[in-house]
């Protein structure tokens, strides 16, 4: 490959960060990734406590199989080299109040045996879901190789061909109803309650679709576990870049972005040292990028509008999680994988809004978390993050005794469901929507950002589809990551290919990419 001159910096090693780095230094640009923390990864991430593993990010990872996009962007990045890949079985299971519980199981003929066996008279509603599972399933392959704008006529007739005409009608059907007002319509009045969990936790605006593609994904064997977790999926990520010559400078916070004549012309960092570069892209928040470190002065109505009240609209972006690790003494290898239990009194866990807490073990996708016989047990929940920084701001103590107030209550609930459980465990940790802020900068500690299918999203697309990840009145200057991009891994891997494909054809070049196997 040709060198060319020009250097970028990045900020953040994120997964975007990192992608964007990894597309750059294959497209001839010498890049740079000035980043926070002291490793990569951002919120994919994971640590260590008393020989136990605690992984926060990966509870299933789209693009496992082979032929897709998906994969051939993990493959470019060298994510998954050598990596054996699990499966699961099931996605969720929800357990009432009462007891009774339904498993939603990937595979569409069991899952529909199975609730057909849970409620019977129930059978056309769950028929109509499961096929729209079905719908999903062959081999379908979501068009993610490049950002929309930048199809040429071939390629979008091709898309067409290939996938609006096979999927176009499933993917309308399933966007057409909310999944809140799908489950109403069951006559058992559990299937009701449990439906919107499918997913863990429930949200709102979310239509039928991303329930039923990412149950048909995990059945399709193209959404699954990569061996060693999340934290080992961004150290593949990590070598590649820097195998292909990259430089990460971690424990590195930038303050500012440096323009010259609305033009972008390096960083500041917070120690006051600064950096020049020919471009600069930011995969750090959204907010903090434009407002914080661009002081506001890139923005049009749009972009305002996105994210004016960004702090008091409900259901903009996703909340912070509250994540409760155990190590402990037990083999959970016949539990299910992953299950939400409704509490009588969920309100006593501090910022919780949700009905319960979901409750996962990694027995069976990555057992080398725990020392053989034990398990690691995680449980989260969406919180509303002022609760938590005020505690933090004003009273250090008492922010420490709620974190352990919330595992006590955790810890004491699910002793009735694994007997013994308190005197097996090891190793505690608690993580707050505080905490993310502190290690990712992430707005309120958001998980993935802006909330697909809700009114954001028109504000949200013409970021990619209008401004080509670019601000408004700011040249050299490009962004990525999920608050461009919208959440989730392998949307955050592929915003950094788009990213240098917007920057290769602002420089006039041919993008290019090689896989790392
Ligand atoms: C608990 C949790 C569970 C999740 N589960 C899943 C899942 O199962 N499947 C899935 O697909 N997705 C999941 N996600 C979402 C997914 O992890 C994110 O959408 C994705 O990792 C975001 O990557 P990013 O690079 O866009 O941003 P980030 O990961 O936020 O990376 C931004 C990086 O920028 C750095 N940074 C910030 N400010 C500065 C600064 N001033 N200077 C220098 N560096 C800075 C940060 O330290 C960070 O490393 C989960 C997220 C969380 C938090």
Avoid at 346 to 353: H, I
Avoid at 402 to 418: L, P, R, S, T, W
Wanted: hydrophobic share 35%.
């Amino acid at each position: 490959m040709e060198k060319n001159e020009k250097s970028i910096i990045i900020i953040g090693a994120g997964i975007s960060g990192m992608s964007a780095g990894c597309y750059g230094q294959m497209n001839g640009y010498k890049t740079k990734i000035f980043e926070s923390h002291f490793i990569p990864g951002g919120c994919c991430t994971a640590w260590e406590r008393k020989g136990y593993v605690f992984d926060q990010c990966i509870d299933w990872l789209l693009g496992t199989k082979l032929g897709t996009d998906m994969n051939q962007v993990w493959r470019e990045l060298g994510a998954l080299k050598n990596k054996k890949l699990r499966f699961f079985n099931m996605f969720n299971r929800v357990v009432g109040r009462e007891g009774q519980s339904v498993t939603f199981y990937v595979d569409p003929n069991r899952l529909e045996a199975h609730l057909k066996e849970i409620s019977p008279e129930d059978g056309e509603l769950i028929e109509e879901f499961c096929n729209g599972i079905r719908a999903f399933s062959g081999d379908m392959n979501f068009p993610l190789l490049k950002p929309e704008p930048l199809y040429n006529e071939n390629e979008n007739k091709e898309i067409e061909e290939k996938f609006i005409k096979k999927y176009g009608k499933a993917l309308r059907d399933s966007t057409g109803i909310e999944i809140v007002d799908f489950a109403k319509r069951f006559k058992n009045p559990f299937l009701q309650e449990a439906f919107p969990y499918i997913l863990q936790q429930k949200m709102c605006d979310f239509p039928l679709m991303p329930y039923c593609y990412n149950l048909a994904a995990m059945c399709e064997k193209n959404a699954g576990y990569p061996e060693g977790g999340s934290l080992e999926l961004a150290k593949s990520i990590e070598r590649r870049y820097t195998e292909l010559g990259g430089e990460i400078v971690y424990e590195a916070p930038v303050k500012k972005i440096l323009v010259e004549n609305d033009k972008a012309i390096g960083v500041m960092l917070e120690d006051g040292t600064k950096h020049y570069a020919d471009i600069v892209l930011s995969a750090a928040d959204g907010r903090t990028t434009i407002f914080d470190m661009l002081d506001g002065k890139y923005v049009d109505n749009t972009i305002k509008k996105l994210y004016e009240g960004l702090h008091s609209r409900e259901n903009k972006i996703y909340e912070g999680f509250v994540l409760v690790f155990l190590g402990i003494n037990r083999d959970l290898t016949n539990e299910p994988d992953s299950t939400t239990y409704f509490l009588e009194h969920p309100s006593k866990l501090l910022g919780c809004n949700q009905k319960g807490i979901v409750a996962r073990h990694y027995c069976h996708h990555a057992p080398e978390f725990a020392p053989s016989g034990k398990s690691v047990m995680q449980f989260f929940y969406y919180s509303e993050y002022d609760c938590w920084k005020k505690l933090y701001d004003n009273d250090r103590a008492a922010y420490k005794e709620e974190k352990g107030k919330v595992a006590d209550f955790i810890i004491n609930y699910m002793e009735q469901h694994y007997p013994g459980l308190k005197d097996q465990i090891e190793a505690i940790d608690v993580s707050t929507p505080v905490t993310a802020v502190r290690y990712t900068g992430n707005h309120e500690g958001s998980v993935m950002a802006w909330i697909p299918f809700a009114d954001t999203e028109e504000h949200v697309k013409p970021l990619v589809e209008k401004h080509h990840m670019k601000l408004p009145g700011l040249s050299n200057f490009y962004m990525a990551g999920h608050w461009v991009s919208l959440g989730g891994l392998v949307r955050s891997s592929s915003s950094g290919r788009h990213v240098i494909q917007f920057v290769c054809k602002d420089d006039k070049k041919n993008f290019v990419a090689q896989l790392a196997d």
